[in-house]
């Protein structure tokens, strides 16, 4: 069973730093998109980054310049590094991945538990 599993979420200051974490637990065959999204209280959750086939990277404006989304060279995890937060950042962050379990096999649409993000002085 393909689990993620995130981590690095916390409380930080405006303009501060955080670095998202999500680990895919169980060995597969390959990762072919990764995304990150957010929800803040009340509102729906939205897309943040990703990472499409090719590794072609791409953002919404609200977080370009400041995120930075990543793979991990030899594990199965990706990052989300978040650089001059803000208050407005504040949200339950989601990472999603698509997951070839094995070759040959079904595609997964994975989701992580979440992990909040408090951006407050």
């Known amino acids: 069973q393909v689990q993620l599993v995130e981590s690095g979420g916390g409380l930080v200051q405006p303009g501060g730093s955080l670095r998202l974490s999500c680990a895919v637990s169980g060995s597969i065959f390959s990762i072919n998109y990764v995304y990150w999204y957010r929800q803040a209280p009340g509102k729906q959750r939205e897309l943040v980054a990703g990472?499409?086939?090719?590794?072609?990277?791409y953002y919404e404006d609200f977080v370009k310049g400041r995120f930075t989304i990543s793979r991990g060279n030899a594990e199965n995890t990706v990052y989300l590094q978040m650089n001059g937060l803000k208050p407005e950042d504040t949200a339950v962050y989601y990472c999603n991945l698509d997951v070839t379990p094995f070759k040959g096999s079904k595609d997964l649409d994975c989701w992580g538990q979440g992990t909040q993000v408090t951006v407050s002085s």
């Open positions: 990472i499409r086939s090719g590794g072609y990277r």
